[in-house]
């Protein structure tokens, strides 16, 4: 970082909550929508043992640490301190596949940007350009 501090992370886990910042938010509806979805039970079956770890080292902190020192073993555990969280949304097909790029759907009337993956802040500029040379000319 600028400030001469390194930052490990993020772990990518599911949100229970689209908006959920905190990792005890939760939102039944939401978290029901996401259990009934195909394509997360997909997903979840092929990367199931990593997906439990990334869930571990959220809520461990013994268990970040031991995964940094596999990168840096002189990190203890008085070297971490926590961040706030971000969230991500990434789409995801029916077949369980991430869907890695940008997508967008037009209709007649609209222009649904539905996935913008990292690192779109960077390319929002791009993004914008794009999204203006849909519009007609008429």
Request: proline residues 5%.
């Amino acid at each position: 970082m600028i400030d001469g501090t390194i930052h490990a992370g993020p772990n990518a886990v599911l949100s229970l909550k689209r908006e959920g910042y905190k990792k005890t938010d939760f939102d039944l509806k939401e978290f029901a929508e996401v259990m009934a979805y195909p394509g997360f039970w997909k997903l979840a079956a092929k990367h199931a043992d990593e997906g439990i770890k990334e869930i571990v080292r959220s809520f461990s902190k013994a268990a970040f640490v031991h995964s940094l020192q596999q990168l840096i073993p002189e990190v203890t555990d008085n070297d971490i301190l926590p961040c706030e969280a971000g969230v991500r949304a990434q789409a995801l097909r029916r077949d369980g596949q991430l869907v890695e790029d940008f997508l967008m759907i037009q209709d007649e009337q609209s222009l649904h940007v539905c996935n913008a993956p990292s690192p779109a802040a960077t390319a929002s500029l791009e993004i914008g350009k794009y999204i203006v040379a849909q519009i007609p000319s008429h």
